[in-house]
C-alpha cells in the first residue's frame, strides 16, 4: 500500500507561480513512478506530468510543458510539482498518484494510488 498526501494548493492571480507537494509513505519510493493529474468542474481527469522513479524521465502535457515542472526527492519520498505563469484554464483539483511501474505514463488507470486532491485557483 502506498499512502499519498498533497499540498500547496491555493489560489494565485495569473501569471503567478505554484509548487505543489506529494509526501508518500508505504512501499519502496524509488520504485514508484509518479504523476499528476487534475480535473476541472464539469470536466474529466486530465493527465498534467509523471515522473520516473529515478527522476531521470519526465513526461508533460503539452498544455503544461515549458511552464511546469516535475522533480522528486526519493530520500524526502516527495514529488513537487513547480507550476510558473499559472493560466486561469490551470484552475482544478490537482492529484498525486503513483504506478508501481517504473515508466512515467500518462494513462490514469496505470496507476494504483491516490492522495485526496488539492485545489488550485489562478484568479484572471
Known amino acids: 500500500q502506498v499512502q499519498l498526501v498533497e499540498s500547496g494548493g491555493g489560489l494565485v492571480q495569473a501569471g503567478d507561480s505554484l509548487r505543489l507537494s506529494c509526501a508518500a509513505s508505504?512501499?519502496?519510493?524509488?520504485?514508484?513512478?509518479m504523476g499528476w493529474f487534475r480535473q476541472a468542474p464539469g470536466k474529466e481527469r486530465e493527465f498534467v506530468a509523471a515522473?520516473?522513479?529515478?527522476?531521470?524521465?519526465?513526461y508533460y502535457a503539452d498544455s503544461v510543458k515549458g511552464r511546469f515542472t516535475l522533480s522528486r526527492h526519493n530520500a524526502k519520498r516527495t514529488v513537487y510539482l513547480q507550476m510558473n505563469a499559472l493560466k486561469p484554464e490551470d484552475t482544478a483539483v490537482y492529484y498525486c498518484?503513483?504506478?508501481?511501474?517504473?515508466?512515467?505514463?500518462?494513462?490514469?488507470?496505470?496507476?494504483?494510488?491516490w492522495g485526496q486532491g488539492t485545489q488550485v485557483t489562478v484568479s484572471s
Open positions: 498518484a503513483a504506478d508501481p511501474g517504473l515508466s512515467p505514463v500518462a494513462r490514469d488507470y496505470e496507476y494504483d494510488y
Open positions: 508505504g512501499r519502496a519510493f524509488s520504485e514508484l513512478a
Open positions: 515522473i520516473s522513479g529515478t527522476g531521470g524521465s519526465t
